[in-house]
T-cell receptor, first 112, second 112 residues
């Protein structure tokens, strides 16, 4: 089946630094990818829709200047958390759809 | 506004018995529904799906039922096994796009 690969699976960074998370569709082309964030005991909250070759669409309340999304090719979308703070610590998951949604393994971000 | 709701945050079931997880939705445009299983610190994995033209779909121990008039779907796991212990998310999408809306999840614990 279709596979979406997310990297890194776990990252710790210092407050004020930036972290890039990659999401790749391994065996299919994805013009659209989605980035989610999960807080403890909460659902997957859609952050933004990543569109290949154009600007990402952000959900209400998500700071686009803080969460930079780049979808440079049909198989790669990146999420960069800029000037990270401890409150950005969370589990980030990407997905791409081919009939149904396929998810990456997720990235556990801890900002210290 | 939560368009997909799972009102039971947790469920405990004895091994061998039936697990029933429920999901309600509000958007009548949803026509494709999925259940995902998620372990801690991992991305969700697809379990089973159903389209709005059907009211039941079965795959081994897993059966999903859809009641369109009530905007309700349920996942039945029979017999339940300890390895089924995880968080289960239901998700829905409309034929207008490939964005999926997720419920808040139900944490299932199967007691040996």
């Amino acid at each position: 089946g279709a596979v979406v690969s997310q990297h890194p699976s776990w990252v710790i960074c210092k407050s004020g630094t930036s972290v890039k998370i990659e999401c790749r569709s391994l065996d299919f082309q994805a013009t659209t990818m989605f980035w989610y964030r999960q807080f403890p005991k909460q659902s997957l909250m859609l952050m933004a829709t990543s569109n290949e070759g154009s600007k990402a669409t952000y959900e209400q309340g998500v700071e686009k200047d803080k969460f930079l999304i780049n979808h440079a090719s049909l198989t790669l979308s990146t999420l960069t958390v800029t000037s990270a703070h401890p409150e950005d610590s969370s589990f980030y998951i990407c997905s791409a759809s081919l009939v149904r949604a396929f998810f990456g393994q997720g990235t556990r971000l801890t900002v210290v | 506004d939560q368009q997909v709701k799972q009102n039971s945050p947790s469920l405990s079931v004895q091994e061998g018995r039936i697990s029933i997880l429920n999901c309600d939705y509000t958007n009548s445009m949803f026509d494709y529904f999925l259940w995902y299983k998620k372990y801690p610190a991992e991305g969700p994995t697809f379990l089973i799906s159903i389209s709005s033209i059907k009211d039941k779909n079965e795959d081994g121990r897993f059966t999903v039922f859809l009641n369109k008039s009530a905007k309700h779907l349920s996942l039945h796991i029979v017999p339940s096994q300890p390895g089924d212990s995880a968080v289960y998310f239901c998700a829905a999408s409309a034929n207008t796009g490939n964005q999926f809306y997720f419920g808040t999840g139900t944490s299932l614990t199967v007691i040996p």
